[in-house]
């Protein structure tokens, strides 16, 4: 096992043009998690899935943006009529949550990221 | 809304020097609190984490944090850093354990640690 994987690892792309991005969890994972991290800031909550069903989104979520998680293992993050703001760090993480007991939340383990840069 | 205050946004410290990052957050209840690092060029890696119990956690490289609840930090300590240690270092916190908090993270804004050798 090799860890999150993330592809592309960079992106570069003209305003209004759509992007599309892939993250590879561990493979025993059942929790699936997009953050967004931008110059001098840490880590911002996107999304997350719990197998194929995406349970939460942030508000930093527009229209723009949408994620799947077809089949409960991969996931895409799309962003739509990208814009110069959308330019970022997109940080994949996965974690597997044993129940739903507490205590039972395991850390969440990230991947190398994509980093957008959006012209 | 949860939120994650670091205290210094850049640290310059010499190898041997004691190190401490404060790490202040905002939320009441039960929280799970995390530092993780990432080295120049690598991904985030986790540090060490605070779930329950013993309120002095050690992690890996001769890391430790202190939770204190009173003050909500877990501010994270070494006592001789080493110019390996160079790296951005992240407090985050899970506020809540209940299945509807989704365990996501929230983050601080991070410390840059430069170790002069």
């Known amino acids: 096992d090799t860890g999150v994987s993330q592809d592309p690892r960079h992106k570069i792309t003209k305003r209004g043009q759509n992007v599309t991005f892939r993250c590879d969890p561990i493979?025993?994972?059942?929790?699936l998690y997009w953050y967004r991290q931008t110059l001098g800031q840490g880590p911002e909550f996107l999304t997350y899935?719990?197998?194929?069903?995406?349970?939460?989104k942030s508000r930093l979520l527009s229209d723009r943006f949408s994620a799947e998680r077809p089949k409960g293992s991969f996931s895409t993050l799309e962003i739509q009529r990208t814009e110069q703001g959308d330019s970022a760090m997109y940080l994949c993480a996965s974690s597997y949550r044993t129940s739903e007991r507490l205590h039972s939340y395991n850390e969440q383990f990230f991947g190398p990221g994509t980093r957008l840069t959006v012209l | 809304a949860q939120s994650v205050s670091q205290h210094n946004h850049h640290v310059i410290l010499s190898e041997a020097a004691s190190l401490e990052l404060g790490c202040n957050y905002s939320y009441g209840g039960t929280v799970n609190l995390f530092w993780y690092v990432q080295y120049p060029g690598q991904h985030l890696q986790l540090l060490l984490k605070?779930?329950?119990?013993?309120?002095l956690v050690k992690g890996i490289k001769g890391f430790e944090a202190e939770f204190i609840k009173s003050k909500f930090s877990f501010n994270l300590r070494k006592p001789s850093v080493q110019w390996s240690d160079t790296a951005e270092y992240f407090c985050?916190?899970?506020?809540?354990?209940?299945?509807?908090?989704?365990?996501?993270?929230?983050f601080g804004a991070g410390t840059i640690l430069r170790v002069k050798s």
């Open positions: 493979s025993e994972h059942n929790r």
């Open positions: 605070y779930f329950s119990g013993d309120p």
């Open positions: 899935f719990q197998n194929e069903a995406q349970l939460e």
């Open positions: 985050a916190v899970n506020a809540g354990v209940l299945v509807e908090y989704g365990n996501k993270l929230v």
